[in-house]
């Protein structure tokens, strides 16, 4: 064991969507933009993930819904609003 002090890494992704999800739960029924893809693929999972659960700070499923938009140059925007739990 040993004490190695340095600056805190930058925050992870993961914690960046539990952060989205409490802001969209703090705006009920708002779309926003929440992530931006280089594919319609990616953005597509991305939705998906959001609307399922299957992405923990989307719980439980159905709370959020999600939709992706194509930008026209290729790449894919996803957006997404809290509508509360079923």
């Known amino acids: 064991m040993h004490a190695r002090f340095e600056a805190l890494p930058a ?16 705006r009920p029924g708002e779309w ?12 597509t999972n991305q939705g998906h993930r959001i609307r399922t659960g299957k992405h923990t700070a989307f719980r439980p499923a159905g709370a959020y819904e999600a939709q992706t938009r194509s ?16």
């Not at 926003?32 to 280089?38: E, L, R, W």
Request: net charge neutral.
């Open 71 to 86: 930008t026209g140059d290729g790449t894919a925007d996803v957006y997404a609003r809290y509508v509360g739990s079923n």
């Open 11 to 26: 925050r992870r992704r993961s914690q960046e969507a539990y952060d989205t999800a409490e802001a969209l739960r703090g």
């Open 32 to 43: 926003a933009h929440v992530d931006s893809h280089p594919n319609l693929n990616r953005a």
